[in-house]
């Protein structure tokens, strides 16, 4: 069978067989696929030409709520990807991971609409007075490159290495081409079929390519953006190439790496945390059969436990059995082919130059439900290495598979030393209960690791582990790791972003985004802005309120009602020594006065309160002072309806800005109210 591309808008067959895909258990043939003889030009701009110019044209909200259905209709159909991921040699487990892990992502970034609001630009950062005036300001706005997002991906998850990089490009608004590791792309195929018939993406958003992709780099230009997952080897060639040096291509580089998990002196045997710690390092090294690129390679233990860690992970070890993952009993499957089998007995070779085996044989080991020549099997391998500081071969040699090397050190300086010769982490593992350790630990290795777990008996029982990065947590790493950042929540989705420094007047910086922007035009109206529909409201649209001139008994009745006796509000003769002239209100009672003069009491459109998103208290509010206030629309985001409501809604974010008798702000605010749509959308 040839597996196809999904190239402009089309299915197309490969013009000839460049790789035969097999399974990774019994050696039969899945498919054959190839890049050979297609036209990258023309598919990179396609994207640039149909896909962008969609995506640009929706808001963050809309593409948030686009990779939620998304998301709601690939959960729906998920089960049949596991026939096709067992022939990647994963078991259950390690597919469960790849597949709905993957998914996860999606609903993971979806839920990031209600930050970047809903625009198709993102606003970053306050306003910047730029003159004496206040008629000259800048401001800095994200939009989205105008380029195609081309995603190079590794073999061990041909689906989360997928739907954890589309997931970011698809929000920011950029189009995606993506070249899954020629090894299983048959199982990505499997779900671009599915998200092509589904319909929920424009045409033109993401394209598939199957094959060795020499070449998809040649015509990238400075508004693309490559992302490369693999070894670091491949990596830095790919980062060197001419057009991605001279066209400035961002390259983010997502590299396996040396990872180290290390042992506090605090967790002696017999403590909950020894416990967890070989838990957590046998588990890394036989999920995915090792073949992952946060794996644990590296175990750093203090030299008084070296034996007793040794005994306890091997007996761990010996509990897994190793086989076909369609078969019964099998809890690590095979690596994912035979030519990663040569290179994972080989990178063993290297390392037992100056390790030993202490538990394992690459070569002898029973297989369940498989012929062990037929699969690309290999057994769970750890070495040790009684001299790290000396052999560095542990530092520099990674199998990727099953395998770790066990390592002394003397004290947690030395064990941050260990760490670091990784030269660059994607995640290292402290097990401790002492803060001071861990404290020590991340001042020490912080700088050298991407992501850092504090493994103990508190956070493990709801911890994801040392190998799971999260779509909102940085996944990446300095050095060997390649200093990408390929997850991370907004700070990802800005890497598909373009800053733009904008300058001009407040108010048309404020019609332009479609934020208020202090210093803009109020739009005064006759109507409360509380009584008009979400669609109705205009940012900009402002009240000024009455006055109230604030009295002791206003400061006396809140101090009673709260219970909030604080010396300044309620004691005159304790103010010597602090910034006060004499009792100073509550500044929450500032901020529910300044309510108090805003609201509208009548029922309408605005449904709720629904929350507090800023407030600052600028100066001291005294008896005798008169206070006003501005309320201005400042941004509207909209708000899917759920199933259980018969109305439309949306946030609008209201500005509050409390003002003395002499016009000096006294207090400022961001508050948001949950606001009816007029009617229904036609």
């Known amino acids: ?81 596991y026939a096709l991921s067992y022939q990647t040699g994963a078991t259950k487990a390690d597919s469960w991971v790849d597949i709905e892990g993957g998914i996860g992502t999606l609903f993971a970034y979806a839920s990031l609409r209600r930050q970047l609001g809903d625009q198709r630009w993102y606003v970053d950062g306050e306003i910047a007075r730029l003159s004496k005036e206040g008629t000259f300001v800048g401001t ?29 490009n698809l929000l920011s608004g950029m189009p995606a081409v993506v070249k899954p590791s020629e090894i299983t792309s048959f199982l990505t195929e499997a779900m671009v079929r599915d998200i092509v018939a589904s319909g929920i993406l424009p045409e033109g958003s993401l394209q598939l390519v199957q094959g060795s992709g020499v070449g998809i780099l040649d015509t990238v230009g400075s508004q693309d953006v490559v992302t490369f997952t693999g070894s670091a080897s491949t990596g830095r060639k790919l980062k060197s190439l001419p057009q991605i040096t001279n066209e400035a291509v961002p390259f983010n580089m997502e590299a396996d790496s040396l990872n180290a998990a290390i042992l506090g002196e605090d967790a002696a045997p017999g403590t909950e945390e020894f416990g967890l710690f070989i838990k957590e390092v046998r588990r890394e090294m036989t999920t995915k059969a090792g073949q992952k690129c946060t794996a644990i390679r590296r175990i750093i233990v203090p030299e008084q436990y070296l034996e007793d860690v040794q005994l306890a992970l091997s007996a761990q ?73 000396k052999h560095i071969d542990s530092h520099e040699v990674e199998a990727f598979g099953p395998v770790s090397t066990l390592m002394p050190y003397r004290s947690l300086d030395e064990a941050i030393t260990l760490a670091n010769m990784g030269k660059g982490s994607l995640v290292s593992t402290i097990c401790t209960y002492d803060s001071n350790t861990a404290q020590e630990y991340l001042i020490g290795a912080g700088a050298q690791h991407g992501r850092i777990l504090i493994l103990n008996r508190e956070s493990a029982p709801e ?50 985004t479609q934020q208020f922007q202090p210093g803009a035009e109020r739009i005064e109206s006759d109507i409360h802005p ?153």
């Not at 105008?146 to 997931?167: C, R, T």
């Open 1 to 81: 069978m040839q597996l196809q591309h999904y190239i402009e808008g089309k299915w197309v067959n490969p013009t000839q067989e460049e790789f035969v895909q097999r399974d990774a258990s019994t050696g039969a043939v899945i498919g054959s696929c190839s890049t050979d003889g297609l036209d990258f030009g023309s598919i990179l701009e396609y994207g640039r030409q149909v896909g962008g110019p969609a995506l640009r044209k929706m808001s963050f909200r809309e593409r948030g709520l686009m990779l939620k259905r998304l998301a709601l209709h690939l959960n729906d159909i998920c089960k049949k990807y």
């Open 317 to 389: 070890l010996s509990k897994t059995t190793v086989g076909d993952p369609r078969a019964e009993g099998v809890r690590m499957g095979a690596l994912v082919s035979k030519k990663q089998q040569e290179v994972v007995r080989d990178r063993i070779a290297l390392l037992q130059k100056s390790s030993s085996i202490v538990y394992g044989d690459p070569e002898q080991f029973e297989v369940i439900g498989a012929t062990a020549n037929e699969g690309a099997f290999c057994a769970p391998v750890f070495l040790r290495n009684d001299n790290p500081l």
């Open 530 to 682: 509380f009584r008009k529909h979400f669609e109705d409201i205009r940012i900009g649209d402002t009240i000024t309120t009455a006055k109230h001139t604030v009295s002791e008994t206003d400061i006396n009745n809140f101090a009673n009602l709260t219970g909030d006796r604080f010396y300044a509000h309620v004691d005159a003769t304790s103010l010597e020594g602090t910034p006060f002239e004499q009792r100073v209100a509550h500044g929450y009672w500032v901020l529910s006065k300044a309510a108090g003069l805003f609201v509208e009491p009548r029922k309408g459109p605005v449904l709720l309160n629904y929350g507090l998103e800023s407030c600052r208290f600028t100066k001291p509010v005294y008896p005798g002072m008169t206070l006003g206030v501005y309320l201005t629309a400042k941004e509207k985001i909209e708000q899917q309806q759920r199933d259980d409501e018969d109305y439309r809604k949306g946030i609008v974010k209201w500005l509050v800005e409390v003002y003395d008798e002499t016009k000096e702000t006294v207090a400022i605010a961001t508050i948001l109210t949950m606001v009816k749509l007029r009617a229904e959308k036609e």
């Open 140 to 168: 800095h706005v994200m939009v989205p490159r105008q380029g195609v997002a081309v995603h190079i991906n590794a073999f061990n998850f041909p689906i989360w290495g997928m739907l954890e990089k589309v997931a970011v």
């Open 463 to 512: 911890s994801t582990g040392h190998g799971s990065p999260m779509p909102l947590m940085n996944h990446g790493g300095p050095g060997r790791a390649g200093g990408g950042q390929e997850l991370g929540g907004m700070r990802s989705v800005k890497h598909y972003l373009q800053t733009v420094a904008l300058q001009g007047h407040p108010t048309m910086l404020t019609q332009v």
